[in-house]
């Protein structure tokens, strides 16, 4: 199974997965990350009894309909047209592959969702965006909704939509370990305005990295 190691307890999620149900935020009409991110944690908890050390997240498609989620075994799976997200968990020497397929069925909740409100007491500097992280939203929709204003303010000669794509988290996996901290999201580099790196901070250690993509079609991150 190449680095990717599973128990006996796995099989049966490798093989049927754990269905999703997810709801749309807002005005959009695909599934958003922050809403994917936490149930790949949630899964993860439920495997192995704790949050893993790290987490690597990328997301390949926008989900327009219901998902299901799968341990990634040796076997041949999904082709990667059909993985809309894929999460790796590090847990000490181990590594296990998570990944988001689609389903046919519809998702029918819209859940309001105001992100100026997320935003609500964040502070600007010229390359970084920072705010005690609150308790009535996740640590990762704070991350994702900061990330976009800070790209919004610092990338001005970038006029297509920036799409939330890559997370990497490293120690900082519990929501705990957010709770009225110091978030701190600092711009690093842009790559031929479609791809941009931003380092993740708490308490201005620093514990990740998020990736944004630009995209010409009009969708929103």
């Known amino acids: 199974m190449s680095l990717y ?9 490798v093989k049927y997965g754990v269905p999703a149900n997810f709801g749309f935020k807002g005005n959009r009409n695909y599934v958003h990350g922050s809403d994917i991110y936490p149930d790949a944690l949630r899964i993860a908890c439920e495997l192995w009894g704790r949050y893993p050390d790290e987490v690597t997240g990328t997301f390949h ?12 075994s040796g076997e041949k799976g999904a082709s990667p047209e059909d993985v809309y997200a894929r999460f790796v968990f590090r ?7 998570l990944v988001l397929n689609a389903t046919n069925q519809p998702i029918s909740v819209t859940r309001p969702y105001d992100e100026e409100d997320v935003l609500r007491f964040s ?9 005690i992280v609150r308790s009535d939203y996740s640590y990762i929709e704070q ?10 303010v610092v990338y001005t000669d970038v006029h297509d939509k ?6 990497q988290v490293k120690d900082r996996i519990d929501p705990k370990d957010y709770r009225e901290s110091a978030l701190k999201i600092r711009a690093e580099r842009k ?31």
């Open 61 to 72: 498609n926008l989900l327009k309909s219901q998902g299901i989620f799968r341990l990634r």
């Open 191 to 221: 790559v031929q305005n479609i791809l941009s790196q931003c380092s993740i901070f708490v308490n201005d250690l620093p514990v990740g990295h998020i990736f944004y993509s630009a995209v010409r079609d009009g969708r929103q991150s």
């Open 91 to 97: 847990l000490g020497e181990s590594k296990h592959e």
């Open 123 to 131: 502070e600007m500097s010229a390359k970084s965006i920072r705010m």
């Open 162 to 167: 920036w799409l939330f794509t890559k997370l």
């Open 143 to 152: 991350i994702i909704a900061m990330t976009k204003k800070l790209h919004h």
């Open 5 to 13: 190691t599973y128990s006996n307890e796995d099989t049966n999620m």
